[in-house]
C-alpha cells in the first residue's frame, strides 16, 4: 500500500536522529533537561518548586525529589477544572486517563511538548518494524486503542483513546490511510459496542497485516469475543447494518461482508489456528506486551495466530515510554524524555550513562507533561549498553506486599513459583494479597486458569516454598499469615481482569502481574469458591 510508504518516510528523519545521536547519549540528555526546566521555570508550578532554567543536571537530581502521582493529583485536578496546564510552558492538548495497580484513575497532561517526545519514540519505531517486517506493507493494521471504561465516555474528547492521537499530525494522517478500524469506533457509548464495532471491521479485513496491541490478554478475550458474538457478529456483516448496536455513535458506516459473515457462521467457535490463519491470511505481525507475567499469554496468542512474526511491545505507561523495540531489543528512548534510574534495594538514582550490563533498577522520568522525576514501579534490567544506549528488559512490577511484615517481592515470588510443578494445562493468573483471606486474617491466593482438583497440592507447594523466605517464614510460624490458598478455573483470566475493571482500572492496559495487592477482603467470586473455601493446613517447614 502506498500509505505505508509514505508513514516510513515520513518516520525516516526521526529514525536517522534516533540512530545518529547514540554515542551522544550524556548530550542528548543534557541538552533536553535544559530544554525541559525552561519551560518548566516559566511556568506556576515551577515557580513554586523554585525550580531555576539554568540548572545543570546535578543540581536538578540534588534539588528535585523523586515523585509519584500523589505529588502531582491536587496541580494536575485544578488545571483540568480551570483549563490549561500549571505544570509547564506547552498547550495542553488533552488529559488522558490512566490507573494502576493499586489506584483509580489518574489523569496525565498530554501537551505538544509531551506528544512531540512520544513521536521521537514512535519513528524509530515504525521505520525499524518496515524493515524488519516488509509483509506489512502489503495490508492495513490495527492499532489498539487505548480503552476508556464506559462510564467516562460521556465527557471524552473524540482523541483521547485513539493510540495513533501520540504521532504528529503528518505522520497521524498517514497512518490512518492504512488502518483497518476507523477511529470513530472509539466513540462509541459503551465499551462493550466499541468492542464489538472493532471486531466487524477486523474480521471483513483479509488484507489484516498487523495487529499491534499492549496486553496479550486483550488480544486473547478479543479473540474470545469474536468467538461469542459470531452469530451477530455474521448477521451484522451480511446485512451491513449495525442492528442494535452502536445507538448513538458518531460511526455511520456498519462494514458488510458476505465472505466473513459465511467464515463466522461455519465456525464452530473454539479457537484455534487453523480459522485465524484463513481469517486473516496476510497476518505479517503481531505486536504486544511478552515479557514477565505477560509471557505465558504472549505464547498462547502467537500459537492462535502462527502466521504471523511476534514482537515484544517496549516498556511505554501513559505517564511515558522507557524503551522501544529497535534492532532486536528493547532500547532506551533517549530522544524522548529525561530519564534517571533508582535502585531499588539502596535507592541510588543512577543517569542513563552510568548504568551497566546486569543493574535492576526503576526508571524515573522527566517529561514535557510537567512531571518531574516521576518514578514508574516498574523493574527493568539492563541488558547490554548497544551503540552506547541501554538496552532494558521488563522484569516486572516493583515494590513490596507487606501485610504482616512478610516483605514478599514479585522476584521472590516468581523465584518460589518456578520451583513449584503446576498441573497440565494451567497458567499462573497472578498472585493477589488481601488483607482477608476468611476468618479475618490475612493471606496470599494464587490464581490459576485451567481445570485441576490440585488447587490443594499446589498451594501447599508454593507456601512451603515462600517459607523459604525467613520474613513469610515467620508470618506463617506466627499465624498472622494464613496458609496460601489456590483457586484453578477455566476462566481464571477474564475473571480476575473483570475484577481490575471493577477497580477502575484501563481496559487493554492492563498488565498480567505475577504479585498484586487487592485491599479488603477476599472477592465474592473467590470467597465463595470450593477450592478458596478451603485452608491448605499446616505450614510445611
Known sequence: MFGHRLLKMAAWPGERRFAAGRARLESVQRQKLALLLRKVAACEAGQRQGIAADWQWETFAKQVPVSDYDHWRDPVNRAREMGGNALIQSPVVRYQPTSGSTSAIKWIPYTRQFLSELDSAISPWIVDL??????????????????????????????????IQLMSMGKRLLAGATQAVPQDVSLARTSEDSLFATLAYLICDSSLSMLSIWSPTFGLGLLKSMAMWREELAEVLASGSWGKRMQGSHTQCCPRSPRAAELLRQWEGRLSADFFMTLWPSLALVSAWDTAASGAWARQLHALLPQAAFQGKG??????????????????????????????????????????????????????????????????????????????????????????????????????????????????????????????????????????????????????SLQQHFHYQLARNLEQLAPLRCVIHPDMRERYLQQCRERGMIEGNIKMESLQYWPGELPVWLRHSQASARAVGEAVL
Not at 134 to 161: A, E, F, K
Not at 413 to 435: E, I, M, Y
Request: aromatic share 8%; glycine share 10%; net charge negative.
Open 130 to 163: 518496515y524493515r524488519q517486517f516488509p509483509r506489512l506493507r502489503q495490508g492495513r493494521h490495527y492499532w489498539s486503542m487505548s480503552w476508556v471504561p464506559t462510564s467516562l465516555r460521556d465527557n471524552m474528547r473524540d482523541d483521547i483513546n485513539d493510540d
Open 315 to 464: 516498556l511505554w505507561a501513559t505517564e511515558g515510554v522507557v524503551t522501544i523495540p529497535y534492532q532486536g531489543q528493547h532500547t532506551l528512548a533517549y530522544r524522548s524524555h529525561v530519564y534517571e534510574f533508582q535502585d531499588p534495594s539502596d535507592g541510588t538514582i543512577y543517569a542513563p550513562w552510568e548504568l551497566e550490563p546486569g543493574q535492576e533498577v526503576m526508571p524515573l522520568l522527566s517529561t514535557g507533561s510537567g512531571l518531574l522525576r516521576y518514578r514508574l514501579k516498574d523493574l527493568v534490567r539492563v541488558d547490554g549498553l548497544p551503540g552506547g544506549i541501554p538496552a532494558l528488559t521488563f522484569l516486572g512490577r516493583a515494590g513490596t506486599t507487606d501485610l504482616v511484615g512478610e516483605k514478599l517481592t514479585a522476584a521472590a515470588l516468581d523465584a518460589s513459583l518456578s520451583q513449584v510443578t503446576l498441573p497440565p494445562k494451567t497458567l499462573p493468573v497472578c498472585t493477589v494479597a488481601v488483607d482477608d483471606t476468611g476468618g479475618g486474617t490475612p493471606g496470599y491466593v494464587l490464581l490459576l486458569e485451567g481445570e485441576s482438583a490440585e488447587s490443594e497440592k499446589v498451594a501447599r507447594a508454593l507456601d512451603a
